[in-house]
């Protein structure tokens, strides 16, 4: 009777037993991740060895719990829950060590949860000798934003001119933000149009409409919360009086062309000299060698 309730004892201290650690691990959608959990310093025999890997944050909501179940050895399927069908796989080769992690494929904005790995051993009787929790985030950066703007001269002051700001390949959706640097006050996007890839992650496309100003510094911010990252383009514009910056620019090509003219003439004078003094040095040394060559 004492032996018994010993054994109860035992099982309920390990039932009861703190879970050993809590890794948080950010995956990209779409990408493979691996849920760890690690009992080293032991070698297991997989015949007596239960692995449970379930969903720990929606137990009571969860119709289904059970992401991965190893019994004797053997995947057992029949308790595995629809949506991680085929998509599930020990490490074979390491679960006599005591690495009882996880590979998860192809992960999709509905696997975003915490996940325990319960390990237990059923030499006599059934106890628990390892816990281990994984929350699993999903999060991608978005690209540098393209920041499009009116062209240089195209509008008058005061004109309402339209800015447009696109990201691509990011997760989860971002904020936006608008923001005048001439006075770093914040604006209102007047449009916001987000898409998402079947990969699971955005792209996004924000629309803002301003009156235009004779030093517009407008900048466009993408924030990532997940990742703690800020990604921004901005659109400074200062404007040509007369069109003066076109005509520069059009002054500086024909003086380029000028350039360009006045050398090639150059060249042909300079050649052209040089053929006639080498010309004339010619005939001035085959005079002088006649002289010295006749008769007295």
């Given at each position: 009777m004492?032996?018994?309730?010993?054994?109860?004892?035992?099982?309920?201290?390990?039932?009861?037993?703190?879970?050993?650690?809590?890794e948080k691990i950010i995956s990209k959608p779409g990408d493979n991740v691996r849920l760890s959990c690690i009992y080293p310093g032991r070698e297991f025999s997989l015949d007596n060895l239960r692995v449970y890997w379930q969903i720990a944050d929606d137990e009571d909501t969860e119709p289904c719990?059970?992401?991965?179940?190893?019994?004797?050895?053997?995947?057992?399927?029949?308790?595995?829950?629809?949506?991680f069908k085929n998509r599930t796989q020990l490490f074979w080769d390491?679960?006599?060590?005591?690495?009882?992690?996880?590979?998860?494929?192809?992960?999709?904005?509905?696997d975003e949860h915490t996940y325990r790995c319960i390990v237990m051993q059923t030499i006599e009787y059934t106890r628990v000798i390892h816990q281990e929790q994984v929350v699993l985030s999903l999060a991608a950066s978005y690209s540098q934003p393209i920041l499009s703007g009116p062209k240089r001269n195209s509008?008058?002051?005061?004109e309402e001119?339209?800015?447009s700001c696109r990201s691509d390949n990011g997760y989860p959706e971002p904020n936006v933000y608008w923001i005048n640097r001439t006075d770093n006050t914040r604006l209102s996007q007047s449009?916001?149009?987000?898409?998402?890839?079947?990969?699971?992650?955005?792209?996004?496309?924000?629309?803002?409409?301003?009156?235009?100003?004779?030093d517009m510094q407008i900048e466009c911010f993408i924030e990532n919360k997940i990742l703690q990252e800020n990604t921004s383009a901005?659109?400074?514009?200062?404007?040509?009086?007369?069109?003066?910056?076109?005509?520069?620019?059009?002054?500086?090509?024909?003086s380029g062309q000028g350039a360009q003219a006045a050398a090639v003439v150059s060249v042909v004078i300079l050649m052209a000299f040089l053929s006639v003094l080498i010309c004339w040095l010619w005939k001035r040394r085959s005079s002088q060698l006649v002289s010295y060559t006749a008769p007295i």
């Open positions: 004492r032996r018994r309730g010993y054994r109860f004892l035992l099982l309920f201290l390990h039932i009861l037993r703190a879970v050993t650690a809590l719990s059970v992401v991965h179940a190893l019994i004797s050895g053997q995947d057992n399927e029949s308790l595995q829950c629809s949506q390491k679960l006599g060590d005591g690495n009882f992690s996880l590979l998860l494929f192809n992960v999709r904005q509905s509008y008058n002051t005061g001119v339209t800015f449009d916001f149009n987000i898409t998402q890839h079947p990969n699971g992650t955005y792209s996004v496309l924000s629309t803002l409409k301003v009156k235009a100003t004779s901005n659109y400074t514009e200062e404007m040509q009086i007369n069109g003066s910056s076109t005509g520069s620019h059009k002054d500086q090509a024909k």
